[in-house]
């Protein structure tokens, strides 16, 4: 289990055009987003909801990856009004893999989460994840398959080949025991955040199976957690189209691997100091 002895950290840039604060945090929700402000409008008060009725002293980065509707504004008005929002905004659009890793390495909390904007695993499954970690994990990745009774609607029947199809391939060319590596539901201690994310390269769809590779190179404990999960007939990923560039950066991973690209990170981190002030607002 990694601990931060030995704080790695990064450069801290701007939110919104306001400096990081550094109060301390113990949760960070990241929540890339592509043009989600219909969905945002819906999931953003249930984050908020659940930080405040478990009174988590939290913080929610949306990470705008260059959006053409009014993603940004509709963050905007919510961290107007709840000072647990903050916008991250993407030098245009970079893609979900890079929109992780923005978010990730800018989080203040002690345990970072990313998931979908969509919240196709309900926010209130993140508690199974903390637990995990708190119970000596370094990575808890959220997975449809160790229960799939708890799936509430099922993908159609070509997406789940495709996704069997993958995680074979995923088992065989990368060595990846894991019954589902594309939920996008995952939690990271910080010191295993920082290990990880600065070591990843690929920047669109198929930096997951990269981060879990990385972590295993680093002998990380890594828990698989069965999780509520539901799909969203709006996903945005084309099974064909995506699927092949996804097989193309499983290849790139092995190939990044054998010239050595994982042996140390490839983005500088520095940790701000913390100051002692007032935690985050949470509700009575």
Request: charged content about 25%; overall charge positive.
């Amino acid at each position: 289990m990694l601990t931060n002895s030995h704080p790695l950290s990064c450069n801290w840039h701007t939110i919104s055009g306001v400096k990081v604060t550094t109060t301390k945090l113990n949760h960070s929700f990241i929540i890339p987003a592509y043009n989600e402000s219909e969905r945002l409008s819906v999931s953003l008060p249930k984050v908020l909801d659940y930080i405040r009725k478990n009174k988590l002293a939290a913080e929610v980065i949306v990470v705008n990856d260059g959006s053409s509707d009014d993603t940004a504004e509709v963050v905007r008005r919510f961290a107007a009004a709840s000072s647990e929002i903050r916008l991250l905004e993407n030098p245009g659009n970079r893609g979900k893999g890079y929109s992780v890793r923005n978010g990730m390495l800018h989080g203040r909390g002690d345990v970072l989460l990313f998931t979908d904007a969509d919240l196709s695993s309900p926010i209130y499954e993140a508690g199974k994840l903390f637990d995990a970690i708190a119970h000596g994990a370094d990575i808890a990745i959220g997975s449809r398959w160790l229960q799939a009774e708890l799936q509430t609607e099922r993908q159609p029947w070509y997406r789940q080949l495709y996704g069997r199809l993958f995680n074979l391939g995923l088992r065989i060319v990368l060595g990846l025991p894991y019954r589902d590596t594309q939920c996008g539901f995952k939690a990271f201690s910080r010191a295993a955040a920082h290990a990880v994310f600065c070591r990843q390269q690929i920047e669109r769809w198929g930096f997951d199976p990269e981060l879990l590779f990385v972590a295993d190179k680093l002998k990380l404990r890594t828990v698989e957690v069965p999780v509520e999960w539901a799909h969203d007939h709006r996903s945005r990923i084309n099974p064909l189209r995506d699927g092949l560039n996804m097989g193309l950066e499983m290849l790139q991973v092995r190939w990044n691997d054998v010239r050595g690209r994982y042996r140390s990170p490839s983005i500088s981190v520095e940790e701000p100091v913390i100051e002692q002030v007032a935690p985050v607002r949470t509700a009575e």
